[in-house]
C-alpha cells in the first residue's frame, strides 16, 4: 500500500504558503526606510534691502539689489556663519567705480567689493563666528550722502 498525500493537503500548504509570502512582502513594503544622519547644519535666509547712491541732482551712479544674507549655525558643534549675496551696479562707466562695505557686528570683519563696467556683478562675503547683525553700505566716488546707502541685517530668532 503506498501513501499519497491527500490532495485536501497540498492545497492547504499552498494556501499557508501564499498567506506567508504575503505578509512577508506587505511588512516589507510598510517597513521604515533607514534614517538619513542629521548632519546638524541649520540655515535661515533673510533678504536685505536695495541700496541706491545718488549725486545732489539726483541721478543714480550705484546700486545694489537681490540681497540676502544666509545666518548659519551647526546645532552639534555650536559653529556659527553668515553668507551674505547681492548684485552691484555701476551705474555710469566714468572712471569711478560702485563699492560696497559688508561688517558683521560684533567682531568688525569685513569685507569689499567693487564694479566698474556698467553690469550688474553678483558679490558674496561669508563670514565666520556668531553675529549680532550685518551692516551693508555702498558708495560711489566721495560723493556718496545721497540716496539709500545702507541697510542692517539683524539675524531671525535663534541665530
Excluded at 55 to 65: E, M, N, P
Aim: glycine letters at 10%; proline letters at 3%; aromatic letters at 8%.
Amino acid at each position: 500500500m503506498s501513501v499519497r498525500p491527500s490532495r485536501r493537503s497540498l492545497t492547504s500548504a499552498a494556501g499557508a504558503f501564499a498567506l506567508a509570502l504575503g505578509s512577508t512582502l506587505a511588512g516589507a513594503a510598510v517597513a521604515p526606510a533607514t534614517a538619513a544622519a542629521d548632519d546638524g547644519d541649520r540655515t535661515s535666509t533673510v533678504a536685505c534691502a536695495s541700496l541706491y547712491v545718488n549725486d545732489s541732482g539726483g541721478t543714480t551712479h550705484a546700486r545694489l539689489r537681490n540681497c540676502s544674507v544666509t545666518w548659519g549655525k551647526n546645532i552639534i558643534d555650536g559653529v556659527y556663519w553668515q553668507t551674505v549675496k547681492f548684485e552691484l551696479y555701476d551705474a555710469r562707466t566714468d572712471g569711478v567705480c560702485a563699492k560696497s562695505n559688508v561688517i558683521v557686528s560684533p567682531s568688525g570683519a569685513s569685507s569689499q567689493a567693487s564694479e566698474c563696467n556698467g553690469v550688474y556683478t553678483a558679490k558674496s562675503a561669508t563670514f565666520s563666528g556668531r553675529a549680532t547683525n550685518i551692516f551693508i553700505r555702498i558708495a560711489y566716488g566721495s560723493n556718496s550722502t545721497y540716496g539709500k546707502i545702507s541697510t542692517n541685517v539683524a539675524p531671525p530668532s535663534g541665530f
